[in-house]
């Protein structure tokens, strides 16, 4: 069986604190003002994973080039993530979620397997009241009109067919979009997307 927590659109997305492939501490709020590609996988080092991330790997750059930020999570201790990514010369974090702590929260933990599920989400920011306003040049006038959302619509798209044509079964199963307030902490919010069919964790890891 299962679990079917996963956060719906309209809600607050999970935060978290955990530590990446070099022990440092991190947190999802490290990566506010940030599109995020925060992908889930079932082990290191494993054919499905390796795929997958190597895949990821392989496109990096094209998704940096667009304003965002791998990482991965698994329940791989931060020794076996060390080893992964040495392995396959990942150039993004790997998240040690050994408490499933993460994975929980996502509603991503495939119980019988005890690992998460093979599942994408895509962490984007929207910028709102002032800071999405037209703010006037003193030397050439006011701005020209802008549509932030437009922008970020475009960079979420063009993230999507990235991801969409990875190998290992790679699909966004939720968009994930960043609130940010003037005087306000950050806020993340839920945007539907389409999801990714759930892997048999025996034949695909």
Same mark, same amino acid.
């Given at each position: 069986?299962?679990?079917? !927590?996963?956060?719906?659109?309209?809600?607050?997305?999970?935060?978290?604190?955990?530590?990446?492939? !070099?022990?440092?501490?991190?947190? =999802?709020?490290?990566?506010?003002?940030?599109?995020?590609? *925060?992908?889930?996988?079932?082990?290191?080092?494993?054919?499905?994973?390796?795929?997958?991330?190597?895949?990821?790997r392989d496109q990096y750059q094209k998704i940096r080039e667009l304003g965002a930020e791998v990482l991965g999570v698994?329940?791989?201790?931060?020794?076996?993530?060390?080893?992964?990514?040495?392995?396959?010369?990942?150039?993004?974090? =790997?998240?040690?979620?050994?408490?499933?702590?993460? $994975?929980?929260?996502?509603?991503?933990?495939?119980?019988?397997?005890?690992?998460?599920?093979?599942?994408?989400? *895509?962490?984007?920011?929207?910028? $709102?009241?002032?800071?999405?306003?037209?703010?006037?040049?003193?030397?050439?006038?006011?701005?020209?009109?802008?549509?932030?959302?437009?922008t970020e619509r475009q960079a979420l798209t063009s993230l999507n067919s990235i991801l969409a044509q990875l190998p290992?079964?790679?699909?966004?199963?939720?968009?994930?979009?960043?609130?940010?307030?003037?005087?306000?902490?950050? $806020?993340?919010? *839920?945007?539907?997307?389409?999801?990714?069919?759930?892997?048999?964790?025996?034949?695909?890891?």
């Open positions: 069986m299962q679990s079917i !927590t996963s956060p719906q659109a309209g809600t607050a997305a999970p935060d978290f604190t955990t530590q990446n492939t !070099t022990g440092k501490t991190v947190h =999802l709020k490290d990566f506010r003002g940030k599109r995020l590609v *925060l992908y889930f996988y079932p082990k290191d080092d494993t054919p499905g994973c390796t795929v997958e991330s190597c895949g990821l698994s329940v791989d201790s931060v020794e076996s993530h060390q080893k992964f990514t040495e392995k396959f010369h990942l150039p993004f974090q =790997l998240l040690a979620d050994t408490d499933k702590s993460i $994975t929980k929260a996502y509603g991503v933990l495939n119980d019988k397997s005890n690992m998460a599920r093979r599942v994408t989400f *895509l962490i984007a920011h929207r910028r $709102t009241r002032q800071d999405s306003q037209n703010i006037p040049d003193r030397k050439t006038g006011p701005a020209p009109a802008r549509d932030p959302g437009r290992g079964r790679h699909w966004p199963k939720l968009s994930i979009r960043q609130q940010a307030h003037h005087g306000a902490s950050d $806020t993340l919010r *839920l945007e539907s997307g389409s999801t990714s069919p759930s892997p048999n964790p025996s034949t695909t890891q």
